[in-house]
């Protein structure tokens, strides 16, 4: 069963600031909200994670709404390098089987327009 | 440069033949994981590592075999009992196992297996 849900895709021009919804509404008090991105043929590359607070970080900014059911992947200034597809992963908090893995979805395909 | 390393990048195979794939990081990281990825859909987890000479299967074991006999180094065999090889593999470590530890990805190798 997935555990995110997101849009299969979205456009957004050069320079514009690129937000990245995700729905996690079954998400537990004990579970981690994790962003990753792939860029084609290549391996993911982790981007922010956070609990309830919001993170920021030198590639993006993490919006959690308070009740955690669902967040916000800030690219504040987009550029075509930015083109990929964006995974958001809920992520048991604890060390301990289950959470181990990522489990990917099938993301937001996230095109950058010039 | 730290960082995980694959080789190599493409990869081709005759069926009936076993084939292993390399994976190696410098990143000092205690954890490492291998996953497939087939063609739009996300990452399944095979088998992990959460220190030298202890592994665990992961979702999707069957046909596959691992080895640790070092921190830096967690080689994959894609065996002949693997029904459907062909797929885009992925290394990734982390400093620790669990869900409080980002893991990073090497570039991947894409197998065909004919």
């Known amino acids: 069963d997935a555990k995110t849900t997101q849009p299969p895709s979205m456009d957004c021009a050069e320079g514009r600031a690129a937000n990245l919804p995700c729905n996690h509404s079954t998400i537990s008090g004990n579970e981690y909200v994790y962003w990753y991105r792939q860029i084609h043929s290549q391996g993911p590359q982790y981007i922010i994670h956070?609990?309830?607070n919001n993170e920021t970080n030198e590639m993006a900014s993490l919006i959690i709404t308070e009740d955690r059911k669902s967040s916000t992947l800030i690219l504040p200034h987009a550029t075509l390098r930015d083109t990929a597809v964006y995974y958001c992963?809920?992520?048991?908090?604890?060390?301990?089987?289950?959470?181990?893995?990522?489990?990917f979805g099938k993301g937001t395909k996230l095109s950058v327009i010039p | 440069d730290g960082g995980i390393t694959q080789s190599p990048k493409y990869l081709f195979r005759k069926e009936g033949q076993n084939v292993t794939l390399s994976c190696e990081q410098n990143?000092?990281?205690?954890?490492m994981y291998w996953y497939r990825q087939d063609p739009g859909q996300g990452l399944r987890l095979i088998y992990y590592s959460q220190i030298v000479n202890d592994f665990q299967k992961g979702d999707i074991a069957e046909g596959y075999s691992v080895s640790r006999e070092k921190k830096e180094s967690f080689p994959l065999t894609v065996t002949s009992a693997q029904k459907n090889p062909t797929a885009f593999y992925l290394c990734?470590?982390?400093?620790?196992?669990?869900?409080?530890?980002?893991?990073?990805f090497g570039p991947g190798t894409r197998l065909t297996v004919t």
């Open positions: 990734a470590s982390s400093k620790l196992a669990g869900g409080d530890y980002e893991q990073y």
């Open positions: 992963i809920v992520r048991l908090l604890y060390s301990g089987a289950g959470s181990y893995q990522l489990t």
């Open positions: 956070g609990l309830k």
């Open positions: 990143l000092n990281h205690d954890a």
